[in-house]
């Protein structure tokens, strides 16, 4: 049995992950910012009393992640998996630049992702083969990027998340914790869009398998869902 931590586990890849985890009879930590709004994944709490533990924690506030640490830590004395998987989007462009939004956006996302960690990151040291998986985006690499394609915010604040990814995993490596960067596919989500080519449960499905398999020749890198070396 696995111990893990997820962001943005209310619905999307996120609540998938959620479910699969909790099949394979693992215990999860499922975050999201309004639990009370979370029917589904409340459900699945009722259903799994044991393995579920929904807590809020809203990754742009400092206070509810700290609080949100505290939560886990009274119920855990470990954790094996931090998923960051909480994000938010805005469809900008040149034309539209919006600085709050565009601020909004690289909080939320990228540091986000670093308060968790941070705020965590205790737990994390006492897992066994400790990871963390920070759900990025091909729209975060710099090799890859083409006109059109995305948003300034977003695929702004993806690369920030790449750039806390190679840094966490010098600086936490000598705790053993081995952190990669996820591409989770376009995936069929309230952000991604009905047309998109990859469903929540095969996204879930990849990047769980990557997580398992990871060991610490892997730390630092940058990996699709299924397996495959992503372009930074």
Request: glycine share 8%.
């Amino acid at each position: 049995m696995q111990t893990v931590l997820i962001t943005g586990a209310n619905r999307g890849i996120g609540l998938e992950m959620t479910k699969q985890l909790v099949y394979g009879g693992n215990r999860v930590f499922a975050t999201c910012r309004l639990p009370e709004q979370a029917e589904a994944l409340n459900q699945l709490a009722n259903e799994n009393k044991e393995l579920v533990h929904v807590v809020q924690l809203d990754v742009i506030n400092d206070m509810s992640v700290h609080a949100a640490a505290e939560a886990v830590a009274a119920q855990t004395n470990h954790l094996d998996l931090i998923i960051n998987n909480a994000g938010v989007n805005f469809r900008d462009s040149f034309e539209s630049f919006n600085s709050d939004e565009f601020l909004l956006v690289l909080n939320a996302n990228g540091v986000g992702a670093m308060r968790v960690v941070v705020e965590f990151v205790d737990l994390l040291r006492q897992g066994s083969a400790p990871k963390i998986v920070n759900i990025s985006s091909q729209l975060g690499s710099m090799t890859a990027q083409k006109p059109n394609f995305g948003s300034y915010a977003y695929n702004a604040s993806k690369a920030v998340m790449n750039m806390i990814t190679r840094h966490l995993s010098f600086d936490l490596a000598s705790d053993g914790i081995t952190t990669i960067s996820m591409h989770p596919g376009w995936v069929q989500t309230d952000m991604g869009g009905s047309s998109a080519a990859v469903t929540p449960p095969d996204s879930a499905a990849g990047i769980l398998n990557v997580a398992a398999n990871l060991t610490a020749a892997d730390n630092g890198k940058f990996y699709i869902y299924n397996g495959e070396i992503h372009p930074w």
